[in-house]
């Protein structure tokens, strides 16, 4: 009765998907709004290319993973899903899906894990394949979808199927912190328990085995042979939505109502009379509530850069929503003029725009007058040190532009950043980002000298760099000069 489960549970996992079509789903998409995409994003215009991805063993030996990418054809950043197959399952299994959610404003990604399938493209044998090294595909897959340039790394969800859907609940847990969401179809939670019901000891377990079509290798039954699933995925801390049938005669529902009590914010969908696999309707069903799931998830970061004033905490706002205005912030001897959209306060920041992106607003101050006139001899200026540059009033005046800067590729994924001295100064703040508005992993380093190195950088991201030099007055407030032109390089090392 065991190995009749067993391998009903992977041939349902390795058809499971065949029943959803592409039809009628495919049409509701472009006539469907989503906050923040525009009507030419939903338009249906979508491209689908193929993409590898490297996966690095502990060996130093690689496999090449391989995948199809769907994506809107208009340019832009978007929030992404990665679909993962079930056993003996490929990409082609999610095809319906990934070309609705790239309808829909996504970018989606369906891959072929190593040795997971008889049709398989990706590198790999399926006697070397077990659920940790689908793990291991999944990880690589997501640091590699997360960094491409129309990804946003922010906002990438999860989804898998069957034995796709335990590899990623268990990758969500040890990867929390980049994944927005996790989309489960009726996971085979129960792999472990069936696997242990099977046999009495590992001792009993044949080094390879022709499990429905599959040849699998030991290494398969003792990766979970003491797999404690339920205390693994439970560390994931964010929203789940899981999808279950409650005819599965494979994997019970009982295995989803226990995941969704383990979980800290889950909820479980039940389709009265299916099974492990879902009609067409049902299927329509699942992929929109899994639109409108990771619609209501997908926010953007709006932080403020208060140029010496008090801080202010950055904003996680839903995309197509508005940022609140926060408290003026405070800084001593100026007044608050305003939020600016900008770090050259061209254009006001509105807080009833709407907002679609990743976004840093500016502080913009105006230094109060003296209220009553020095009687004292002005402070000599402290140029020894750089501490501060006065005027004839006793006034901290603003450093120069910073000029002459330079960037090249040094050692690996690092820059050498170098610029012209400026003249009385206290010291210098290098910005560097993924974008010319320095808004996508921006990272600020202050310096004393006119160089820097800049360590730990994505190999092949296109990097911007910008410097600006500042004083100091008696009270310790910095008094920045104009950044200089933001330089643009590619990281090749």
């Given at each position: 009765?065991?190995r009749?489960?067993?391998?009903?549970?992977?041939?349902?996992?390795?058809?499971?998907?065949?029943?959803?079509?592409?039809?009628?789903?495919?049409?509701?998409?472009?006539?469907?709004?989503?906050?923040?995409?525009?009507?030419?994003?939903?338009?249906?215009?979508?491209?689908?290319?193929?993409e590898?991805?490297?996966?690095?063993?502990?060996?130093?030996?690689?496999?090449?993973?391989?995948?199809?990418?769907?994506?809107?054809?208009?340019?832009?950043?978007?929030?992404?899903?990665?679909?993962?197959?079930?056993?003996?399952?490929?990409?082609?299994?999610?095809?319906?899906?990934?070309?609705?959610?790239?309808?829909?404003?996504?970018?989606?990604?369906?891959?072929?894990?190593?040795?997971?399938?008889?049709?398989?493209?990706?590198?790999?044998?399926?006697?070397?394949?077990?659920?940790?090294?689908?793990?291991?595909?999944?990880?690589?897959?997501?640091?590699?979808?997360?960094?491409?340039?129309?990804?946003?790394?922010?906002?990438?969800?999860?989804?898998g199927?069957?034995?796709?859907?335990?590899?990623?609940?268990?990758?969500?847990?040890?990867?929390?912190?980049?994944?927005?969401?996790?989309?489960?179809?009726?996971?085979?939670l129960?792999?472990?328990?069936?696997?242990?019901?099977?046999?009495?000891?590992?001792?009993?377990?044949?080094?390879?085995?022709?499990?429905?079509?599959?040849?699998?290798?030991?290494?398969?039954?003792?990766?979970?042979?003491?797999?404690?699933?339920?205390?693994?995925?439970?560390?994931?801390?964010?929203?789940?939505?899981i999808?279950?049938?409650?005819?599965?005669?494979?994997?019970?529902?009982?295995?989803?109502?226990?995941?969704?009590?383990?979980?800290?914010?889950?909820?479980?969908?039940?389709?009265?009379?299916?099974?492990?696999?879902?009609?067409?309707?049902?299927?329509?069903?699942?992929?929109?509530?899994?639109?409108?799931?990771?619609?209501?998830?997908?926010?953007?970061?709006?932080?403020?850069?208060?140029?010496?004033?008090?801080?202010?905490?950055?904003?996680?706002?839903?995309?197509?929503?508005?940022?609140?205005?926060?408290?003026?912030?405070?800084?001593?001897?100026y007044?608050?003029?305003?939020?600016?959209?900008?770090?050259?306060?061209?254009?006001?920041?509105?807080?009833?725009?709407?907002?679609?992106?990743?976004?840093?607003?500016?502080?913009?101050?105006?230094?109060?007058?003296?209220?009553?006139?020095?009687?004292?001899?002005?402070?000599?200026?402290?140029?020894?040190?750089?501490?501060?540059?006065?005027?004839?009033?006793?006034?901290?005046?603003?450093?120069?532009?910073?000029?002459?800067?330079?960037?090249?590729?040094?050692?690996?994924?690092?820059?050498?950043?170098?610029?012209?001295?400026?003249?009385?100064?206290?010291?210098?703040?290098?910005?560097y980002?993924?974008?010319?508005?320095?808004?996508?992993?921006?990272?600020?380093?202050k310096?004393?000298?006119?160089?820097?190195?800049?360590?730990?950088?994505?190999?092949?991201?296109?990097?911007?760099?910008r410097v600006?030099?500042?004083?100091?007055?008696?009270?310790?407030?910095?008094?920045?000069?104009?950044?200089?032109?933001?330089?643009?390089?590619?990281?090749?090392?």
């Open positions: 009765m065991i009749k489960k067993l391998i009903a549970w992977c041939l349902a996992a390795g058809m499971v998907f065949s029943a959803v079509p592409g039809s009628g789903v495919l049409e509701a998409a472009a006539s469907e709004s989503l906050p923040g995409i525009s009507a030419q994003q939903l338009s249906g215009e979508i491209e689908v290319r193929e590898h991805v490297l996966r690095e063993n502990s060996d130093g030996s690689e496999n090449d993973i391989y995948g199809k990418l769907y994506a809107p054809k208009e340019e832009g950043k978007y929030p992404a899903i990665i679909l993962s197959h079930g056993y003996n399952g490929t990409n082609n299994d999610w095809v319906n899906e990934c070309t609705y959610y790239a309808q829909n404003g996504y970018v989606a990604y369906a891959f072929d894990f190593c040795g997971g399938s008889n049709a398989s493209k990706s590198e790999g044998r399926s006697t070397d394949m077990t659920v940790g090294t689908e793990v291991a595909d999944l990880i690589a897959v997501l640091e590699h979808i997360s960094d491409l340039e129309n990804v946003d790394e922010k906002n990438v969800f999860l989804m199927g069957s034995q796709g859907g335990l590899v990623t609940a268990l990758t969500a847990a040890e990867q929390s912190e980049k994944v927005s969401g996790v989309l489960l179809y009726f996971p085979a129960c792999i472990h328990d069936d696997w242990v019901k099977k046999y009495k000891s590992l001792e009993e377990v044949p080094e390879t085995q022709d499990f429905w079509g599959l040849q699998l290798g030991k290494g398969f039954v003792e990766y979970i042979w003491d797999l404690d699933v339920f205390s693994l995925i439970g560390e994931y801390d964010k929203d789940v939505l999808f279950h049938g409650d005819q599965d005669a494979i994997v019970p529902l009982s295995y989803s109502e226990r995941a969704k009590e383990i979980y800290d914010s889950a909820e479980l969908i039940v389709y009265p009379g299916e099974g492990h696999g879902f009609t067409p309707d049902t299927g329509k069903k699942a992929m929109q509530s899994i639109k409108e799931f990771m619609g209501e998830r997908v926010a953007y970061e709006v932080s403020f850069e208060t140029n010496g004033g008090g801080k202010v905490k950055s904003q996680s706002v839903k995309r197509g929503k508005k940022a609140k205005k926060p408290v003026t912030p405070d800084r001593e001897g007044t608050f003029v305003g939020w600016y959209a900008d770090a050259g306060f061209e254009k006001e920041f509105s807080f009833d725009s709407k907002i679609t992106e990743h976004t840093t607003v500016y502080a913009k101050w105006e230094k109060k007058p003296e209220e009553t006139p020095k009687v004292t001899t002005p402070a000599t200026p402290e140029t020894s040190d750089g501490a501060r540059q006065e005027n004839a009033a006793g006034n901290v005046t603003a450093p120069q532009k910073t000029g002459g800067v330079s960037v090249k590729n040094n050692k690996k994924k690092s820059l050498q950043v170098k610029w012209k001295k400026v003249s009385n100064v206290k010291g210098y703040e290098v910005q980002a993924y974008d010319s508005k320095f808004t996508k992993n921006r990272k600020t380093k310096v004393q000298t006119n160089s820097v190195t800049l360590k730990k950088l994505k190999k092949g991201k296109i990097c911007y760099v600006r030099a500042y004083r100091q007055d008696a009270s310790g407030n910095k008094i920045y000069g104009d950044w200089s032109k933001a330089k643009k390089i590619k990281i090749k090392k």
